[in-house]
């Protein structure tokens, strides 16, 4: 495990950045940087002049804050200096209750967190290009669905209380739209399958993934962009929980509660992971046969569908480690 010796925070937002260090027991505020290059070279100036200790002893923690934060993960890890976009959530819960909210407060903080799990902090690793590029794509796909589907339902939702030439004027509009967003999709589409054959490891995976009954070209998508290709997923429970779909115990003292997923997850995996259903239901004999058994024994649809997500990720990383495609198999009794 490597040895860190200077504890770093940084509270990331869109403009500036704000520093504390850990010295002798104290989380000292260093100061605020422009959340930039310059800003980064002119901080990483300071700090050494703070310490004795090289880069390389450095640890960098800051909070995953989406876009704001990425110029400063990749410029850390272009200059080898270990670093953790960590979960915002993990960190604010670690802190407690507080009271009032100050970029100056929360970066002495976090800097006081990070020193506390210095020997269990893991440096991240960038995902690959190729991912990080498949992630973009993906990303924009979705934005696109989501401007297609308002132009399909906000007008119809609008019918009765506008005027009907208004309205046959609007629709031509919105069906031009429509075509114009499919057509964007596509190519998104195809750009995203460009992607995904440039690498043949990558290639082969996503045939593997398609192998399966309900898992179509999106999806597959999805669980290489976000498994990186599977080498930060191998275990299907531990990415069934990264899905929201892996039960967990509800139960203190004498109460006895019935096992629940946790509202902390991949939303849209999961809700990829609903449409997979749909489709093996009709298409896979086994499950199939699983599904109206269970109805037949009165279980709940939720229920019956969270637990053929978990068939189905465990039918994922069964073919990803075999390396070869799923098998279709007749229904059991």
């Known amino acids: 495990m490597d040895k860190y010796y200077f504890f770093i925070d940084i509270d990331v937002s869109k403009a500036v950045i704000d520093v504390s260090y850990f010295e002798n027991g104290t ?43 990425k110029a400063l993960l990749y410029w850390l890890v272009s200059e080898s200096i270990p670093c953790l976009e960590e979960n915002p959530l993990r960190i604010s819960k670690s802190l407690g209750l507080r009271r009032g909210k100050d970029d100056k407060a929360d970066s ?38 989501k401007h297609r589907t308002a132009l399909k339902v906000t007008l119809k939702e609008q019918k009765s209380s506008m005027d009907k ?29 460009q992607i995904i054959n440039s690498d043949p490891v990558v290639a082969k995976n996503n045939e593997l993934l398609k192998s399966i009954i309900g898992i179509a070209d999106v999806t597959a998508a999805y669980l290489i962009a976000t ?13 069934a929980c990264y899905c929201g779909i892996a039960p967990f115990p509800n139960s203190s ?72 495609p799923y098998v279709k198999m007749m229904a059991y009794v």
């Not at 995902?127 to 924009?140: A, F, M, Q, W």
């Not at 057509?183 to 750009?191: H, N």
Request: aromatic content about 10%; proline content about 1%.
């Open 253 to 324: 003292g004498i109460k006895k509660g019935r096992r629940k997923v946790n509202h902390m997850a991949n939303k849209k995996m999961k809700s990829l992971l609903s449409n997979c259903i749909l489709s093996a239901i009709q298409h896979d004999p086994q499950i199939t046969k699983y599904y109206t058994k269970k109805l037949n024994q009165g279980k709940e649809y939720g229920i019956i569908s969270n637990a053929i997500k978990n068939k189905l990720i465990h039918r994922v990383f069964a073919v990803i480690n075999r390396q070869t």
């Open 108 to 145: 002495k903080d976090i800097c006081k967190y990070i020193f506390e799990k210095r020997d269990s902090i893991v440096a991240t690793i960038l995902d690959k290009p190729l991912i990080i590029n498949l992630k973009s794509v993906l990303s924009r796909r979705d934005l696109f669905v």
């Open 27 to 69: 989380a000292i505020y260093l100061g605020q940087y422009s959340n930039s290059k310059r800003g980064f070279k002119s901080l990483v100036k300071d700090l050494k002049q703070q310490t004795q200790h090289t880069t390389e002893e450095w640890f960098v923690c800051f909070e995953n804050t989406g876009s704001y934060s």
């Open 227 to 239: 498994t990186n290709n599977f080498e930060a997923f191998t275990d299907a429970r531990k990415y």
């Open 165 to 193: 030439d208004l309205y046959e004027e609007l629709t031509v509009e919105n069906l031009a739209m429509i075509k114009y967003y499919d057509k964007q999709i596509k190519g998104l589409e195809d750009r995203m399958n």
